[in-house]
Nanobody, 122 residues
Framework: QVQLVESGGDLVQPGGSLRLSCAAS????????MSWVRQAPGKGLEWVSD????????YYADPVKGRFTISRDNAKNTLYLQMNSLKPDDTAVYYC???????????????WGKGTLVTVSS
């Protein structure tokens, strides 16, 4: 059974940093791309970032480009999201997801974690 468990969410001040982790199990982690998606309070889902199976290709949504870094440690079956220069608009529940890829494009996500809350406020 596929399981994705996010951790690392916290209350952080604007301008601060936080690293989220996603522990994966139940599938061959190193064979699949992964994604981070977030949902701000009262709003819809927003794609944040993708990483391919080997970690060599990464993609970011414009609002987080230059501030967030997605990475993975395939030996540890763990996905990460390093978040720097955090803004109040980054406040959201952050989900990791197992990605479905075709060539260089992600066309969906088939499994999601339960999310971890990041609150950016002074």
């Amino acid at each position: 059974q596929v399981q994705l468990v996010e951790s690392g969410g916290d209350l952080v001040q604007p301008g601060g940093s936080l690293r989220l982790s996603c522990a994966a199990s139940g599938f061959t982690f190193s064979s699949y791309g992964m994604s981070w998606v977030r949902q701000a309070p009262g709003k819809g889902l927003e794609w944040v970032s993708d990483i391919n199976s080997g970690g060599g290709s990464t993609y970011y949504a414009d609002p987080v480009k230059g501030r967030f870094t997605i990475s993975r440690d395939n030996a540890k079956n763990t996905l990460y999201l390093q978040m720097n220069s955090l803004k109040p608009d980054d406040t959201a529940v952050y989900y990791c997801a197992k990605a479905l890829w075709e060539g260089s494009s992600r066309y969906g996500m088939d499994y999601w974690g339960k999310g971890t809350l990041v609150t950016v406020s002074s």
